[in-house]
């Protein structure tokens, strides 16, 4: 790299982004394949796990991530949002990206950004851009583990050509523009799905049978939870949990996770599917010692993590029906006295879907803003949440920070303070704690 940078800090390259990056989603993959082709297709150099899902798609590729680290492949993982720092989307063996690379590889995409004429690309769209060059050129990871940010056929992310395309899961979200039905979402879903590339998914029922269905249509050979590959669960509870995994290639006996739910053992049986495609098709040498440890380490902030006790503080970016009712189910497998909970939203969401589930099992609610420009006005969100569950006592406060300081001082040291809603939110509350602790 050299110092004729286009930018000095990354807050330039912020304030560059609101004046020359069309703000929203707008799904497609033209302005995406003009930059690359300018570039020279960097992402051509690059080998690709490519990870589509409405829920588990970041616990997943964490997981994938770990082992793969675990076992001295040097691994680029591309996410989104992320937690607390900006920086966290892009990462090389779990490092973030430095400011210096960030700045350096935004530097090189802005003029060709600035050369596009009437068609300008999204904030996600030039985060992706950022993250190919930064792998191709300057960390060089061995494997990318790339996570899609909306769907599948239409996402930025979908410009790469993968080793093996994943589908966690298909549920209820971002309807308004993949579609209202199972079967519509899960078509989106299967976009990032290429010919001859194998295909693992966790899917069921009926996004299942849309995956079976293009995966044939792609000649992909295809890697199904409870038909090719299935687990066994031997243990959950609120330090994680462990299963057996039977595959076509390879039994282990014991898998150890240390992130919550049961939703999570699947998530992680994904992985392990996943793992053995690269093992199998591309001669991947990973022994089970290393499978094992990559396992058992995986960190995945804020999915049921806690991060204070006395009262206890859980986070989980619970966004949709799906989530909110594993959340949900989870929960229930925490001790406690009270459960104090509080939520945030974005406007687009199925609110109601999310409260549902969550509502009942609180003994106080609290409903707050979210630092986002589709947050849910508070004062909305707790006549929503009225409507649903009159019986209880549900309070709003603008500010996350405050809420969370005013439920601290009601509860007790055997309360549990339950923050969910968006990762926007838990984003934000991490930031208020100051940490990204495990006690």
Known sequence: MTDDAFFSTASEVFDWMETNCTQGIRPG????????????????????????????????????????????????????????????????DGQPIPEKSFVYWAGRLAPLVEEMEGDQVTPFEFWTLVAILYFAKEAVPWFVVWETGLGGRLDSTNVVYPLVSVITNVGHDHTYILGEGISDIAQEKAGIIKPGVPVVTGCQAEALEVVESVAK?????????????????????????????????????QVSVPLRGAHQLENGAVALMTLEVLRQYYATVMDDEDILKGMAEVDWPGRLERVARQPEIILDGAHNQEGSEA?????????????????????????????????????????????????????????????????VEIDWEPRADKALQQLRAEANDQDAILVTGTLFLISEIKKTLGRESSF
């Open 29 to 92: 993959l033209e302005r995406m394949e003009w930059i690359l082709e300018r570039l020279n297709h960097p992402e051509r150099r690059l080998k690709f796990i490519h990870i589509a899902g409405t829920n588990g798609k970041g616990s997943t590729a964490a997981m994938i991530a770990s082992v793969l680290q675990e076992s001295g492949f040097p691994t680029g993982m591309f996410i989104s949002p992320y937690m607390k720092d900006w920086n966290e989307r892009i990462s090389m």
């Open 327 to 391: 959340l949900a189910s989870a929960i229930r497998d925490f001790r406690y006295d009270r459960l104090h909970l509080l939520i945030g939203v974005l406007e687009d969401k199925d609110v109601d879907a999310i409260l549902r589930p969550l509502l009942p099992l609180a003994d106080r609610v609290m409903v707050t803003g979210v630092s986002h420009h589709r947050g849910l006005d508070p004062r909305q969100l707790r006549e929503k949440a009225l409507q649903l569950c009159p019986d």
């Open 217 to 253: 249509e792609k000649s992909s050979k295809l890697y199904r939870l409870r038909h090719e590959f299935d687990l066994e669960v031997l243990s959950q509870g609120e330090e994680g949990g462990s299963f057996q995994f039977q595959g076509p290639f390879r039994h282990l006996e």
